[in-house]
Structures are given as C-alpha cells and as structure tokens.
C-alpha cells in the first residue's frame, strides 16, 4: 500500500502590518487562520476560474474623500449638536420656512 503525502510550498507577501492585524482578528474569529485564509481563497480562484468578488477599474463612490477639511468640520459638529440633543425638528416644510426666515 502506497501512502501520498502533500507537498505544500511557502507563499511570502508583504502586508501593511495593520491589515494583518486586523485580518487575523476577523479570521480568529471565522476559526481561521492566515494560511487556511489563503488557501480557501486560492480554492476558489480555482472554482471560480477567477477571482471570488467583483474587480472594477471605476473607483468606489467615496464621498468622503471627496469632502474638504471644513465639511468634515461642519459634520462633526453636527453629529455633536445631535448627541447633545441641540437639534430643531420640523412637523412640515412650511415651519422650517417660518423658522429660517426668522433667524
């Protein structure tokens, strides 16, 4: 009776040290670790005959990259206006009319 065993060969990468961290907490989780991770993934490159998501070259709606340093100023300022409860709300189109117009 003849025994096969596998062979496996080393993959090395490098990756932002912050990326890993927070992917091996993801994946600890998942019960998984990096090169099990690696391996299901290369699996179903295998399956898929590609990759396993939607690769675009248009860039992601990113609004937020879009927003200058004073609308990221206005916004935090706002979210704090609504954690504090210092916001004004409106029953109908008509009263926020009143209530702007008498500012």
Same mark, same amino acid.
């Given at each position: 009776m003849s025994v096969t065993t596998k062979k496996s060969v080393l993959i090395q990468s490098k990756i932002d040290p912050s990326l890993k961290t927070q992917s091996e907490d993801i994946l600890e989780q998942l019960g998984l670790n990096m090169s099990r991770a690696i391996e299901v993934f290369l699996r179903q490159?295998?399956?898929?005959?590609?990759?396993?998501?939607?690769?675009?070259?248009?860039?992601?709606?990113? $609004?937020?990259?879009?927003? $200058?340093?004073?609308?990221?100023k206005d916004i935090l300022s706002a979210i704090a206006r609504v954690k504090s409860g210092k916001v004004v709300s409106f029953e109908s189109e008509k009263d926020m009319e009143n209530y702007f117009g008498n500012l």
């Open positions: 490159v295998v399956v898929q005959r590609g990759l396993p998501f939607k690769v675009v070259l248009t860039p992601a709606d990113n $609004t937020a990259s879009r927003l $200058t340093k004073q609308d990221k």
